[in-house]
């Protein structure tokens, strides 16, 4: 699944449901970023269980957004928001 996100970018996506735990593998910024499901309100949330820093990707009602996630702070600064599927 690719996805379309502001400034248009494309953000190519394969989900693996069945993995343990879920996992979600972007293609950003010209590598493989590969993101395990983290717990989330609402909404299915990716990123890397780690006290550091990471990438994280949040899918929620058919939109995502792409944020780097700084786990001192545990703040999070959005890369690409707006996405949504395109295939």
Known sequence: MTYLCDRGVSVPVVYVPDADPAVAVLYVEG??????????????????????SSYEWWEHQGRARLGWHEGASDAVTPIYTDCVPQD
Do not use: E, F, K, V
Request: no cysteine.
């Open 31 to 52: 590598r493989l970023i590969h993101l395990q499901t983290m717990p989330s309100g609402s909404g299915a949330r990716y990123g890397w269980p780690s006290d550091g």
